[in-house]
């Protein structure tokens, strides 16, 4: 499985490509809408094929290009069964997998930043969303966010992961682009062994955060997969 990270620098959310060799298929990991030229475009130069783009969770901060790249590549949109997200092909839930050419895409609920996160892990590597940034973690001071309920979310499914396990965040706002579940649980200042749940959630309500810049048009808009139009049946992977 080949892995490439790429980068929107407005909204500083990382996005993945991921494909299988052998058969070219790929899934795409939170797309952003403004760089749906750029994804096709390098989709077409690798020669794959885009089958699935997976949503982590419904964004706040940005405006997903899951729906522009199901016209133009028709690829299979992927969110979780609690996201409300009514536009998608495939609603997915903790304990599934995605088939992606001769390999496997597991998906691990991790909610708490809001009720419907989820990481995706394969080949040794989690893509994490918000659920666990490099040295920190997403917000949970607004839609459905609950901090007891992330710090559960990281403890009892990221960090029971090897070690040695990539962590690929959603975000990140100092240049860096890639850790590890050991790193993480050793040097997180929010998440790391040396915290307790009290110790978390205290952090997390003193935090006294501004409203993501693009949340009154970000999350309507990907409510309806980042487009306008009829919503498409949902069905269960």
């Not at 089958?51 to 028709?74: C, P």
Request: hydrophobic letters at 35%.
């Amino acid at each position: 499985m080949q892995i490439r990270q790429l980068f929107d620098p407005e909204s500083s959310t990382f996005s993945y490509l991921v494909w299988d060799n052998s058969t070219r298929e790929a899934a795409l990991i939170d797309p952003v809408q403004s760089q749906v030229h750029r994804d096709i475009q390098l989709i077409r130069e690798l020669r794959l094929i885009l089958k699935y783009t997976l949503e982590t969770h419904v964004h706040a901060d940005h405006v997903t290009g899951s729906g522009v790249l199901r016209q133009k590549l028709n690829s299979i949109v992927v969110v979780h069964e609690d996201s409300q997200t009514k536009c998608a092909d495939v609603q997915i839930k903790g304990g599934d997998f995605i088939p992606l050419g001769t390999k496997r895409i597991n998906v691990i609920n991790t909610p708490g930043h809001t009720n419907s996160d989820i990481s995706y892990l394969v080949n040794g590597a989690v893509f994490t969303g918000d659920s666990l940034l490099i040295r920190g973690c997403g917000r949970t001071d607004f839609q459905s966010g609950n901090a007891s309920l992330l710090y559960q979310s990281v403890r009892q499914q990221l960090f029971t992961l090897p070690g040695d396990t990539l962590v690929y965040p959603g975000h990140d706002y100092k240049g860096r682009c890639c850790s590890t579940i050991a790193e993480e649980m050793a040097h997180n200042p929010r998440l790391g062994l040396d915290k307790s749940l009290d110790d978390f959630v205290d952090i997390m309500s003193n935090l006294k955060l501004a409203p993501p810049k693009h949340i009154h048009e970000a999350l309507p808009s990907n409510l309806r997969c980042g487009v306008s139009g009829k919503d498409t049946a949902i069905t269960r992977l």
